[in-house]
């Protein structure tokens, strides 16, 4: 078992949409949690990060961490055709270490 | 572009063949990650290099594979008698000391293919 499990998708979603990313992991001592956007051929982009439990919000993005059940959630209101790309969540158990990332979830956001 | 830069952004080597990628991070960054994504998956952790000094190494990273920082500042990546189970993307991120992990910068990445 993977210690970060995330559905791969697609998620087809209309415009205007709100959109529920969704990971879940296994390592209790995770204590930072970040979600990447990644277009095609490009690399990784940092979006929202969190520390430990709670909601962080950014614009249109909304991070949620519930430690509790060890998992996270990104949320995208009024979601736009240029939010199409590949959401990966990562995680860390301390400051400066690796980040283990999701699968990622392939979101398109139709016209 | 102050970004982190990649070279080469592509490569496509015959099984066998011995493949080396540069990473240049963002200026001052001393923290420098080497992460290998496939398709359909999320980047895995490679190594992990802290001013000169590699700090972390993954299982992942077999004996074929060497990692270096002479000085600090750009990384090399090098893969020796490829295989085709190397082909990946290679993606190559920084970070400041003083800032937690989540604070990581990508680069591009190098898309390997091995024939």
């Known amino acids: 078992q993977k210690e970060v499990e995330q559905d791969p998708g697609p998620l087809s979603v209309p415009e205007g949409a709100i959109v529920s990313l969704n990971c879940t992991y296994s390592?209790?001592?995770?204590?930072?949690f970040m979600w990447y956007r990644q277009y095609s051929r490009k690399g990784p982009e940092l979006l929202m990060y969190t520390y430990s439990s709670g909601n962080k919000e950014d614009g249109r993005f909304t991070a949620q961490v519930d430690k509790s059940s060890k998992y996270i959630s990104l949320f995208i209101r009024d979601s736009q055709p240029s939010d199409s790309a590949t959401y990966l969540c990562?995680?860390?158990?301390?400051?400066?270490?690796?980040?283990?990332f999701g699968t990622g979830t392939r979101l398109l956001v139709s016209p | 572009d102050t970004g982190v830069s990649q070279d080469p952004r592509h490569k496509i080597t015959k099984r066998g063949q011995n493949v080396t990628f540069r990473c240049d991070p963002i200026s001052e960054h001393n923290r420098l990650y080497w992460y290998r994504q496939t398709l359909g998956q999320g980047p895995e952790f490679l190594t992990y290099f802290q001013n000169e000094a590699q700090l972390e190494k993954s299982r992942l990273l077999s004996d074929r594979f060497s990692a270096e920082r002479p000085k600090g500042s750009f990384s090399t990546l090098e893969i020796q008698r490829t295989e085709q189970g190397d082909s990946a993307m290679y993606l190559c991120a920084s970070s400041l000391g003083d800032r937690p992990s989540y604070e990581q910068y990508f680069g591009p990445g190098t898309r390997l293919t091995v024939t």
């Open positions: 390592n209790s001592a995770f204590q930072y």
């Open positions: 990562a995680m860390s158990a301390r400051s400066f270490q690796k980040l283990v």
